[in-house]
Each structure stands twice: as structure tokens, then as C-alpha cells.
């Protein structure tokens, strides 16, 4: 799943491609890829505008168009992007909705989950204009230990690792990074918030600014200046999806086990 590192380098490597571009073609291959709006509708909005900026808004790439709405795009468990130059360039596995400048170039968003085998995956959406729930983006210089704090406070029981995944209280953040952050921060993921001390706190936030900025600049190493052809590797994780193996601080085995729902890893010679 992209999550904010991965989506604000998407956002990067696409302003260049897109912003100040006229769209001149919008194709949705899969009508359930939209929310609240149809497909007719869908298409008139988006159709033959410029885009003006595209960002990350949370976990959502956002697209803002000229004298238009606010296209909104969630890639969920699978979604994918392509960049393609040319209109013979190679079909993506399983298209769902494409935007094309007026050249040929087109954003092709792709997401296997549509697949018909595969009907009980969370699929990517798009809207206009969502309003979405979210809580305080990491990167907001309003996201200081102090707020860290009164989110641990706010749900009693909650272990950290919720706390940080949940997109109300917490925008941007999923199992891979909340993964990374607390095993930088030296944390169990099912340690209570609530009963944190000030020091974990302090440490669960400092790794967050940590680990957010070096995995995004790992990402815009592997992506480069290269086509978007679907996820960048995630290779640089220490802990997400290495159970077993050794952990690169304590050497450990890394650990894996069921936490409300989802998969959390972690090294329990390290992590308290």
C-alpha cells in the first residue's frame, strides 16, 4: 500500500508531467473505481481541464484542475501508477481509470484487486472534492510531541501502533511505516498509548520525522528521474515483512503477530 513517502514522490515525479497540462481525454475502465459520483459526471468535470497542482493530501494524490474540482485518487491495498509517452507504450496489468494530455501522454492508474478473482480486496477509488477525516499530517509542523501526546491520551486503550495507523487522528501513516517508526523508536507496536511515558513519546515522534524522511528520499533515489512503472521497491525496510529474519540493530528474530485486525513486525530484543 502507498502511504506518505511513496505518494509525495508520486506527486513529485507527476507535477512536471501534468501541472499546467490540458487533460484531453479521461478514460475510467472500471466504473466502481468512483465514489459518489458517475461516470458521465465523473468525466465532464475532469475532461479538457488544465491541471494546476497535484499533491499529496494525506494518503490521496489530489489533483487540482483549472476552473474545475479537486480530483482525489486513494490507490488502497494494490494501487498502481504507469506514466506512459507514447499511445503503442505496453498495457498496464489492469487498468482502471487513465488521464491523457493532449501529446498522447497518459497517467494510467492500474489495480489488480479489480480483477474479478479477487472480489474481496479494498480497491482504489477516486472522487471529487472528498472530504475525507483526516487528523495532523506528520510533516505539519503542528505535529509536535505535544500533539503526539494528547492522540495517545484521547483513546485509552488503544496500542501505539493503532494510534499511528489511524487515519483520523494521524494522516498518511500505514502498517509498513508505523512498522519502521517504532522499531526506530525502540517501541512495541502493542504497547497503550495511553500509559506511554513522556520519553517513548518523544522518541515515537522524533523516529517519525526519521524514518519519513529517509524513506522518502530512498524512493526518490529508486525512482529517479525514470518512468513510473508501477511501486518502487521498499527494499530499505528493516522490520515490515522480515519476519523471522534478523533484526539489523539487536539481531533478533524479527517478530510477527495479529494487532486489531492488522499484521504488525517487530523485533522483541529491541523493542519494549
Known sequence: MAELPELTVYAEALSPRLAGQRLAAVEVHAARVLRGVTVEDFVAAVADRRIATVARRGKTLAFALEGGPRLDVHLMLAGELYWLETPDAARPPQPVLTLARADGARLVFSDESFDLLKPGEAKMWAGLDRRERGGLDPLDPAFTVAALQKLCARNKLWPIKTVLCDQRLIAGLGNAYADEI???????PRRTASLMAADE?????????????????????????????????????????????????CGA???????????????????R
Open 182 to 188: 517504532l522499531w526506530e523508536a525502540g517501541v512495541r
Open 201 to 249: 513519546i518523544a522518541r515515537v515522534h522524533a523516529a517519525t520525522g526519521v524514518t519519513l524522511a529517509a524513506a522518502t528520499a530512498a524512493l526518490r533515489e529508486r525512482l529517479g528521474t525514470g518512468p513510473l512503472r508501477g511501486e518502487p521497491k521498499r527494499d530499505f525496510l528493516r522490520v515490515h515483512h522480515r519476519a523471522r529474519k534478523p533484526c539489523p540493530r
Open 253 to 271: 528474530r524479527i517478530g510477527l503477530e495479529t494487532l486489531r485486525g492488522r499484521s504488525a513486525y517487530w523485533c522483541p530484543g529491541c523493542q
